[in-house]
Structures are given as C-alpha cells and as structure tokens.
C-alpha cells in the first residue's frame, strides 16, 4: 500500500502492555504495509511532560509525510501540549481516545496536567480530528470528554460501557481505530 501519512501511536500512563488496542492497532497497520511508529516513551510509570513532548516533536520534524496521531489517555494530553508549543505544521489529524480529566489530582501524572487544550492551536486538524471517550470511564465524565472536545474544536464520539477503552474493559481489538484511520485518509482506502 502506498504510505500516505505516518501513524504515531502514543501511549498513557504506564504504557500500552501486550494486548491493548493500540498493541493490536500498530500490528494491524505494520501487516497493511502503513508508515507506523509507536515511540516508547521515556518512564512510562513516572511520566514527565517534558520529556513527551520533546520525543514526539523530534518524530514530528523527522517525519517523511504528515503524522496521524492515534493516542490514548495521557498520550493525549502529550499530543494537546505539543499542538500549544509548535504548532499543527506536519500534522494531520488526531484521534484523542480516553483523555484523563483535566482535573485529575494524580501526582504522578501532574507535568501535564492541567493541559493547554488550546483551540487556535488545533484549528488546523480539528476537522480530521476525534474523541473517543466512554460514559464510564473511572477517570473522566461523559460531561468532561464533551467539554474538552467542546473546547479542542472536535468531534465527539460516546461509546456506552466502554470503561478506560483499555484492556482491562475489553478493548484488544478495535477495529474503530482503522475505520477512523482510513476516513481521514491516513490509511489508503484499499487497506
């Protein structure tokens, strides 16, 4: 398949272990023949903002073609602080899956929060992008997931019942991912 974006997955807290969706995402679009990389980044269970960011930015201005964000929980929250520091260029869309609250008081999570969430910022992807959050999520609201997307810019998708839309509440496969990836055009319609 022709590779028309690089898909970066991004990880929450604690990472992304064997089974998480975006586990069987990444294996999905490596056997699709897709540009993917998924950065392990720097101390998943003391993660610091700056450290994040200062990754993905490095994968961002290295990239051959426009990046495709697809990240869950805090990697969301990387994304969003990324978007407020340099800008949209070279980026093309976003699927913001499960972003803990702004609120959240976590200590080991604090560098990032509360995030920018600014809108000028995201205006230049906001129509390829996506939140997917559920209406029982132990560390956001169905209320909160609305407002950030409110707030981003963005499309809102609820998925009822879907906790943390991680492999404790079911989610190895999630073929939502690649539907979503193929609509915005990150992944050849043929894929």
């Not at 022709?2 to 679009?29: C, F, K, N, T």
């Not at 959050?133 to 019942?161: M, Q």
């Not at 991912?177 to 990150?186: F, K, Q």
């Amino acid at each position: 398949a022709d590779s028309v974006a690089m898909i970066v997955i991004v990880y929450g807290y604690e990472g992304s272990g064997p089974g998480h969706w975006q586990r069987w995402l990444e294996d999905e679009l490596r056997a699709r023949g897709a540009a993917v990389a998924f950065p392990e980044l720097p101390e998943p269970h003391a993660p610091q903002r700056d450290a994040w960011v200062a990754q993905l930015r490095e994968l961002v201005d290295a990239a051959p073609e426009p990046v495709t964000f697809v990240a869950h929980s805090l990697g969301c929250w990387a994304v969003d602080h990324l978007l407020a520091e340099r800008g949209a260029a070279n980026v093309q869309a976003a699927l913001l899956v499960a972003p803990p609250s702004p609120f959240l008081l976590f200590e080991a999570v604090e560098s990032f929060l509360p995030p920018p969430q600014d809108a000028a910022a995201w205006a230049p992807i906001a129509a390829h992008s996506l939140l997917v959050g559920s209406d029982d999520d132990d560390f956001t609201s169905a209320e909160e997931f609305a407002a950030i997307a409110r707030g981003l810019g963005i499309a809102f998708e609820a998925l009822p019942g879907a906790g943390h839309i991680n492999t404790a509440s079911g989610f190895g496969p999630w073929p939502r991912a690649l539907v979503w990836l193929r609509a915005v055009g990150a992944l050849g319609t043929g894929d």
